[in-house]
C-alpha cells in the first residue's frame, strides 16, 4: 500500500507542496490542507472449475448401468499446475469404456482410451500396501 500526501485547497482544488499565495481556482489563501490518500492493488487470482457425475441405474446391473464423469480435476502432478479436463463414459450395458484426460492449461491430450468395458483393467491412483 501506498501513502500519498497531497495539498488541497478547501475547494477541492489539488496545490504543488511549495505553494504560496491564493488557490488558482477559488482564489482563497492560507486555506490549504494536507489531504492523505491511501491507495492499494489487490490481485486476485480465482479458478472456478467444476465436475460431474451421472449415473443410470437399471436392474440387473450392480450400482449403475452407465455412468458419466466430466469436469475439472486436480492433479498431483507439478507439471499439471492448472489440473486436468476429464471425460469418462463407463456403459455396462454396451460393454464399453471410453475416457479423455487433457492437460487444462494447454488442452494436450494426456490419455485416451476407447475400449470395450470387459478388457479394461481399472488403474487405481495410489498403490495400496
Do not use: W
Not at 492523505?36 to 490481485?43: D, K
Not at 446391473?61 to 466430466?70: D, G, P, R, S, V
Request: include cysteine.
Amino acid at each position: 500500500m501506498d501513502n500519498e500526501v497531497k495539498y488541497v485547497c478547501k475547494c477541492g482544488t489539488e496545490l504543488p507542496p511549495n505553494h504560496t499565495g491564493p488557490c488558482p481556482k477559488c482564489g482563497r489563501i492560507g486555506e490549504v490542507h494536507k489531504a492523505y490518500e491511501r491507495s492499494a492493488i489487490f490481485a486476485v487470482g480465482l479458478v472456478v472449475r467444476a465436475n460431474s457425475r451421472a449415473r443410470h441405474k437399471q436392474k440387473g446391473f450392480k450400482k449403475f448401468a452407465k455412468e458419466i464423469l466430466q469436469g475439472g480435476f486436480p492433479s498431483d502432478s507439478p507439471k499439471l499446475k492448472k489440473g486436468v479436463d476429464k471425460v469418462r463414459i463407463v456403459d455396462k450395458e454396451e460393454n464399453e469404456y471410453h475416457e479423455v484426460v487433457e492437460n487444462a492449461e494447454t488442452g494436450e491430450i494426456i490419455r485416451e482410451v476407447h475400449e470395450p468395458l470387459s478388457q479394461h483393467k481399472h488403474q487405481p491412483k495410489h498403490k495400496r500396501k
